[in-house]
């Protein structure tokens, strides 16, 4: 026994001890927000939107304010599927969604609380949820990515209808679990109707679609030659473009009036449970200054919803009736038929 | 009271408390799911010609990687084992080591070598060949879980054949038996139980997989599962789908139950077997067959993932907070290997000599939650933390538990091995000296147990920091790990930042698996 003996047992008792620790303090380090007395020290945002262009100004906000942001980056789904799990309980004070779709389900859920006026009168006018529970941020366009070394631009299709043709068999990518598809697919059933939407999307899975997650990988299997063409948002090629120089990725635009050319507004809004409303308040603020939308329209190339800003590289200038063509008050009920109808046409 | 009834009183003790650990830790989870599959019913809007296609797709992909580790895993280890191979033993440990990989990050090389874009390709084009294939669907999935489950049947089978009696092949080879028929006649009977418990856990894992068949774009059941909690706002539908899911798990599980319950072969004198000689064609078919298995499950993935990050890092790619993930996984993983160990003490001791209801229930019940598939169990936790007072919701506190309630049976089965290597003469020895029960349970026990404790902690801690699904489910806000983060990169086309991550991965269970198979070579007797 002894010294030996002890000195054999040190890992252990070090790992032991190590991880008690840990448990320890995470636990302590995780205690919800509601508990913490300080009311204005800390946020909780879930964020549904690629991290790597949302953290930056989350960290901006966190350098100017004091306040520190606890972010949850995932699927815009994903995250409005677990506040909805959550309810009243939810320790999210914000929930910063891609479409106007799934945080529609939240509002009707009455989970989220009305925002003031001065947000609401930042952006162009009703851009924003029916009781004003929601704010449009940034803008992105609903094209077709194509590579113009393989495919000339002349025979691209006019409308996402003729996708559905034996010529696109096996040749279209699509991320139908993606909160942009699913958002769509919620437009199409405002505008063509439920039976519309149903007839196109079951036509299009018949056509053996090449099914992804998220619309980067689409972009990225076109540019590399490995897919014809895939339905997408418009940034991605830019910001491809930008960071790469060139890429053998375009966009194509459908006819204006065909359901494929939809302007979708990203949409954030607070938590009616949240006990931090101002800070929250302050964040949205933040995010639809100036110096924030220029973010978006320089690093993402997506459209400043602020008027003034700019336009995306190659786009046209922001046309706000072609948001509100997506009819934004109704999209919002339609989550659950929208996604219905995608799992019955057999594309999850 | 006297000392048997003193005994027996604490033995009961340790039962009781197995009892809790195992129905606090494990039970909960099982009851959501069954409760919420079975009020969702068939909730679900996919129609039945997908849900056939899905179960389809599933049992194809389960048949052709199940029968292609067995067929390949046998080979490798009878090349090892049985033949006079030069370089065999370093090959067997190369062909191991790939068990540090998780699948998805076997599953991201693939995607970062197919393709327009991939490296396999860029050879390709230079000698002029048509670009490499898009690494999705039925082949690349099919390919990634065959090279992911190689390593595990490779060992079993090396394990089993080690203990084979060598003077019954002996004794066939001096009756004049060519070698294949050695091996069909003799070697293969007996490899039966080990063959097929090697089956069921590649089967198991192959219907659980998700990261992988998500990276590859393959459906199976359990991508769609995730599709389903994804994409709708309902979670009845993904209950649904898990229940079939488990179904399906389940009939492996039992399968696998009874498996577990037969002897497996043990020779009383284990010697090493005479080896075949093999011919010159024989020498080099062996090295090609050793070799390739090597390349292709370890030197191409890590070489891909190595030049895909030092291609990014040169062109300055932001791989985004990628060494604090690191230190996040490193934590995660220590304080869950500790505390996971600790639960299994109980288990382990009761499971060693008592044999109450209470205690084989206490073995059972964490085993279970373990073989099914983590996306379903993270589901089931989901609610049920969802239910508990809210400082247990997406805490640290919380995920370290559900770790523990998944990898407990690595931790017992661990403590387990080296509890029956003890010699009960032992504790004879040390109660006749004047110790008591608790005194002896210390100083006998700890001092022969601990260092197989520390193994079982080592592979947890490895397996948690390598664990998906339910990190994806259940982290706690602000904290993302290495593996959301190779797994989040590819729908975002961020190859370069998922292969990265990928490296540190593998580079932190690098030492612990090192320090495992340390661990359980000084374990073994000689």
Redesign the interface.
Known sequence: MGARRLRRLKPTIVLIAAGLALTGCGVAHDSSPADVADDSASLVAYVGRNEEHVRPLVEAFEAETGVSVDARYGSTGELATTILQEGEASPADIFFAQDPVYIGALVDAGLLAPLPDDIIARVSEGISGPKNEWVGVTARRRVMVYSPNNLPETNLPKSIHELTGPAWNGRVGLAPTHSSFVSFVASMIATEGKDGARHWLTAIAVNDPVRFDGNHEIVEAVAAGDLAVGLVNHYYALQMAAERGSIDASNHSFEPGDPGDVLMPTTIGILESSAHQEVAQDFIRFLLRDSSQKHFLDNVKEYPLVEGIGTPPGERPLDVELIHSMRLTEVGHNLTLATSLIAQAGLV | MTPVRKRLRALSLVATLAGIIAIALCLPPLVVLVAEAASAGIT????P??LI?LLVGTLQLIIIVTASTVLLGTTTALLVTRTDLSGRRVLSLLVMVPLALPAYVLAIALVGMG????LVTQFTAAVGLE?AP?A?GLWAAALCLTLFNLPIVHALVVTALNRLDPALEESARLLGDPPSRVFFRVILPQLRTPLATAACIVALYTLSDFGAV?VL?Y?TFTR?VY?????????A?AFALSGVLISMAMVLIVLHAILRGRPMPVASIARPPLTLRLSFTGRVAAGVVLWAVVVSSLVAPIATLATWSVRGIMSGV?P?PIFAETATTL??A??????T??FAIPIALSSYRGNSRIGRLAETLPWVTHSLPHLAIGLGF??VS?ALP??F?????ML?LVYAAIFLPVAVGAQQLALRQIDPRLLEVSRTLGHGVWSTSIRVGV?LV?RA??TG?LLVAVLVSQELPATLLLR???T?TLAIRVW?A?????VTTGSIAAILLVALAVPLVAAHHRATLQVRPT
Do not use: K
């Not at chain 2, 590819?490 to 961020?494: C, T």
């Open positions: 679900s809007d996919i129609p010609s997908r296609e393709g327009g874009g991939g670009p898009v999705q998500s774009r459906d769609a599709s389903q909690f994804r994409g709708g706002v309902d979670l539908p932001q985004g934590q995660f220590l304080a869950a290997a500790a505390v160990t600790l989901l609610v969802l809210s400082v919701y997406q805490s640290s506190g370290i001092a601990w404790a520390m902690a706690p806000t602000g993302e989040g590819v729908p975002e086309g961020q």
